[in-house]
């Protein structure tokens, strides 16, 4: 049987619990996600040879990942091809393309160290994303935006400065807006003996970076929390209280990122809340396995409620970036798997009668509505998959591709 046919089949079932499947693709086609540059290198940028610090963690050593801007170019290029829809290339500050004997430090990097990108983005487009770099720097061994250190302190909000900037140009080269995430690792091994003056020089520091003037209609500026780093496990300086309230005040959205928080707790339920308050928000999508160990995102019970809540509450107030570095496998792959995973999850969600579910749920009709929601999960989702990666012109089965790029790219790295 052709997938089209496949597809019709699948389309009957659907209208007889009251889902549209055209309509569920044209809806999943409309949403973009932020593709992290960073799963291609291991969150090592071009702008330093040092270790990745920051208490955040790369671990293996496959072979191949990319050293320069036109292999991690041609890496994104290849997991694009396998990834249906049109993204968004999420970019940290360290990933500055310098020409030949240039270099400058991030606290004077400008839009033009960013051009090449802007073409990539451009030529197949594409919008961009952009977040400072708080972290592999001779600087932030202890502290940046709340250190003790003035001329650190300062050097930083530089950086976030020079960054806005950036984000601006992206915004304006390419027609569409860019997200700008503020993330620090700041924070304490042990119990600290003062938590409120970090805190306090952090919101003086986010005040001085957000003083400069930028288009708000262009540039989304958000902030990410943490609950603890390796090394920072006592204290994070930018918690999530602190950025819900610093963001409600100051006129900038919250960023959660789905391994950032207790364990027990979970992000879906968290969109809504934040919903009543905001206009948007953003996401990291990531898999913590026991810790925040950035796994591979999968088809899983928490991404799938995390996309029944984006479409629920509105899939143009969530901006989705994904956030895993797996350095054990092949990264061509995982990028494929986690995003591929993450619109899966968007597709079920899409293919839910979500309006019949919270009338059962507002006559209290509990039983009916536990039936209803276990029913989808072995409705034919895979052929309406299949179709959609079709229209796409993406293979079903992408393992032959990644095997054929590693055999011939990938495998001839140093
Ligand atoms: C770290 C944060 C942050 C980074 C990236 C590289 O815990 O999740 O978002 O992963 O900025
Ligand atoms: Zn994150």
């Known amino acids: 049987m052709s997938v089209e ?15 549209d499947t055209d309509k569920a693709i ?11 540059c960073w799963q291609g290198d291991d969150v090592q940028g071009f702008d330093s040879k040092g270790p990745l610090s920051g208490g955040i963690q ?8 990319a050293r320069t801007p036109e292999e991690l170019m041609a890496d994104i290029d290849e997991a694009l091809s396998l990834i249906p ?111 409120i003056s970090p ?10 970076i957000l003083a400069t003037p930028y288009d708000h209609s262009k540039v989304y500026v958000t902030v990410e929390s943490k609950v603890f780093g390796i090394g920072v496990e006592s204290m994070t300086v930018g918690s999530h209280e602190f950025y819900m309230n610093y963001a409600a005040k100051n006129d900038c959205l919250c960023l959660l990122d789905t391994g950032h928080y207790h364990p027990t707790e979970v992000v879906s339920d968290k969109i809504s809340s934040m919903l009543c308050f905001y206009d948007k928000m953003a996401l990291h999508v990531s898999r913590p396995v026991r810790w925040d160990s950035d796994h591979v995102v999968l088809f899983d019970d928490e991404t799938r409620e995390i996309a029944k809540e984006i479409v629920r509450c509105g899939q143009d107030r969530v901006m989705i970036g994904m956030d ?43 039983s009916k509505l536990l039936v209803t929601s276990e029913e989808m ?38």
């Not at 044209?26 to 992290?36: D, T």
């Open 5 to 19: 046919s496949r597809y019709l089949e699948a389309k009957e079932m659907y209208a007889k619990i009251g889902v």
């Open 26 to 36: 044209e809806q999943l086609g409309k949403i973009k996600l932020s593709m992290h």
């Open 58 to 65: 790369t671990t293996g050593n496959y072979p191949g990942k």
């Open 85 to 195: 829809g049109t993204h968004k290339i999420n970019l940290h500050a360290s990933y500055a393309i310098f020409d030949e004997g240039e270099w400058v430090d991030r606290d004077a990097i400008e839009p033009k160290h960013f051009r090449k990108w802007v073409e990539f983005a451009k030529e197949r487009g594409l919008g961009l994303d952009f977040n400072p770099t708080f972290f592999s720097h001779r600087l932030s061994e202890d502290a940046t935006l709340s250190s003790e250190n003035e001329e650190i302190r300062q050097f930083w909000v530089r950086h976030g400065i020079q960054c806005l900037k950036i984000s601006e140009y992206f915004a304006e080269e390419l027609g569409q807006p860019c997200m700008m995430n503020i993330w620090i690792p700041d924070g304490f091994k042990d119990i600290p003996a003062d938590r």
């Open 199 to 208: 805190r306090m020089r952090l919101k003086k520091s986010l005040d001085e």
């Open 324 to 366: 895993f570095f797996d350095a054990s496998i092949n990264r061509i792959a995982a990028w494929a798997t986690g995003m591929r995973d993450m619109i899966k999850c968007l597709l079920y969600a899409e293919l839910m009668p979500h309006k019949e579910m919270a009338k059962m749920q507002e006559e209290r009709n509990f």
């Open 377 to 414: 999960k072995t409705m034919p989702m895979g052929d309406v998959w299949n179709y959609y990666l079709m229209l796409n012109n993406v293979p079903e089965n992408f393992y032959p591709e990644v095997e054929r790029y590693e055999k011939e790219v990938l495998s001839k790295r140093g």
